[in-house]
């Protein structure tokens, strides 16, 4: 019988206490549907020594959350894993690069839109006034670039004394206001394959999207211009991929542009699946095929 593991959250992190185990709940009455046991095991019980992983088939880190508040003892896991040559999915590599949002700065280099972002070790408040200065944004948003759940992320206006400010590396953005009246748009992608598209408002007076912030969310069906967006981000990224969200918005000019591709631990929102994770089951199954096929 097919044995996959699914990387869960550090247990002295009691952030998403709350949260995981309903989105594990979902995530196993897919996996089981394919006649795979599924067995949850928190990514920190795996950082220096991998052994205990290689028993199983698959590996998923798709509840890995928290990981951006441990970002080096991440950065050994992933080394640990692909050192071991496990069957992580996504790619230990991915893994690694996906954790730093400075990867968007080189999709962008690749023709990707992304909104114009001002890359920083320090953020610092000159370097804010001057974002604010070359940008003309009424408002500009600072988050780090290991972060996760908006953390640490500030929204500013022009003359807004800087406080609290992301420690080392940040990035600056002009803040676009189409988040709060048209939200971001996640499609998600199962073995290269578009499964469904949920679109994420926050509630008024917000403009953080995520759902512990009281985000609203609904399926969508995405335009032509979103699904090429989407479709362009995955080509430009080399590794094979089992499952991608890509996650984007409007700038003040009508165009997508790129948020985030989230390839490590994101929601898949199977709750608003029209398949029921169908999508993602036949993905994992071919997967393994593969594997086994090439050994």
Partial sequence: MTQIAVLTPDPADKTYVGRWPEVLD???????STGATVTATPWSDHVEDASSLKAYDLILPVIAWGYHRDHERWLKACA???EADLAVANPAEVLRWNSNKAYLARLADKGVPIPPTRWTDRVTQDQVDAA????GAPVLIVKPTVSAGAFRTLRLTPGEVLSDAPEGAAMIQPYLKSIETQGETSLLFFGGRFSHA??????????????????LYKAVTPEAAAMALAEQVLAAIEEPLLYARIDMARDDAGQWVLMEAELIEPDFYLDHDPANGAGFAEAVKARLETWAASC
């Avoid at 979902?26 to 089981?32: D, H, I, P």
């Avoid at 604010?132 to 940008?135: D, N, Q, S, Y």
Wanted: charge should be positive; glycine fraction near 10%; charged fraction near 30%.
């Fill in 132 to 135: 604010f200065a070359e940008t």
């Fill in 198 to 215: 949920v679109n994420k408002r926050p509630v008024a007076g917000d403009f953080r999207i995520q759902v512990q912030f009281g985000g």
């Fill in 26 to 32: 979902r995530l196993k009455a897919t996996l089981e």
């Fill in 80 to 82: 640990t894993w692909r």
